[in-house]
């Protein structure tokens, strides 16, 4: 008999609390956490991330939710109380990306603060975040693949928790859900040792890094899940945004460094300070 997690926490006051949020905003926070040391350390203050979280997080899921609810449509037009039960999943990543950046592009305009040093600053952290939100779509039974064996997943070699939460509806899925988790961990990693290369990296370039990064797993991974946005009910949304910006933030960072002068990014200050 497999063991099934159980998508409920806790009750509070008789209100089921999800793993689903608590995870999500425990990735959250780390993330603040993790930006706010940057920040300092390039000599920003912690709370202008602390700041612009009181307006982009709102922001952020509200567009992660009408980002869903934009290519799932008919589906909220029969039922559309569902459109406010965010409790059991329905937010979509690029939705909640696109809705931050331009919130952001708002922040730093208002608060002269320059918007590539924050996106800079923000970017592993937001990518460490999708690591650790993707197993609350582990926790909800989403975010899965196609049908798949036993066998296929003890070869491997996940723990057995995760093998026996594979097993949806009475067929063992793929878990797309930890392959998005580990793309993203294994990006996290390979910008932090970019950045930490001196004159490597130039201001932006940490942040198209990791829209390079995210975007091309991302695309690969999308066309295994069976729950994927669908265009014309043809085309995959996230597989079709993950091209652009893929191709997008390519064409970006060759221009701008054919077009020259860039300064570095910023890593004068706190070099034996411990930071994302």
């Known amino acids: ?18 793993w689903y949020a608590l995870i999500i905003v425990s990735g959250i926070v780390i993330a603040m956490w993790l930006s706010s040391r940057e920040a300092v350390r390039v000599g920003l203050r912690a709370d202008d991330v602390t700041d612009f979280m009181l307006w982009g997080l709102p922001i952020s899921i509200i567009g992660a939710r009408l980002y869903y609810i934009l290519f799932d449509l008919p589906q909220y037009l029969e039922d559309p109380i569902q459109i406010f039960n965010i409790r059991s999943g329905g937010l979509a990543i690029y939705g909640g990306l696109i809705a931050g950046a331009i919130t952001l592009y708002f922040y730093t305009k208002y608060h002269f603060i320059d918007l590539w040093t924050f996106l800079d600053i923000a970017a592993p952290s ?16 989403e975010a899965y693949g196609p049908d798949t064996t036993r066998t296929f997943l003890e070869n491997l070699h996940l723990p057995q928790f995760i093998i026996d939460n594979m097993y949806i509806d009475g067929i063992y899925r793929q878990p797309t859900f930890l392959y998005e988790s580990l793309w993203s961990l294994v990006g996290v990693i390979l910008i932090l040792f970019l950045r930490k290369k001196p004159h490597f990296l130039k201001k932006g370039e940490i942040t198209l890094s990791y829209l390079i990064w995210y975007s091309f797993g991302r695309f690969f991974i999308e066309g295994l899940r069976t729950d994927s ?3 014309f ?25 054919k077009k ?16 994302l």
């Open 260 to 275: 020259g002068d860039l300064p570095d990014y910023d890593r004068s200050l706190g070099q034996n300070q411990l930071f």
């Open 229 to 231: 946005l669908y265009l």
């Open 126 to 141: 937001v990518l460490l975040a999708q690591a650790i939100g993707r197993w609350g779509n582990f926790m909800n039974h």
């Open 1 to 18: 008999m497999v063991a099934q997690v159980n998508r409920v926490a806790f009750d509070l006051l008789g209100i089921p609390i999800y």
């Open 233 to 257: 009910n043809t085309i995959r949304v996230s597989q079709l945004l993950s091209v652009v910006l893929f191709i997008g933030s390519i064409v970006l960072f060759i221009w701008r460094r």
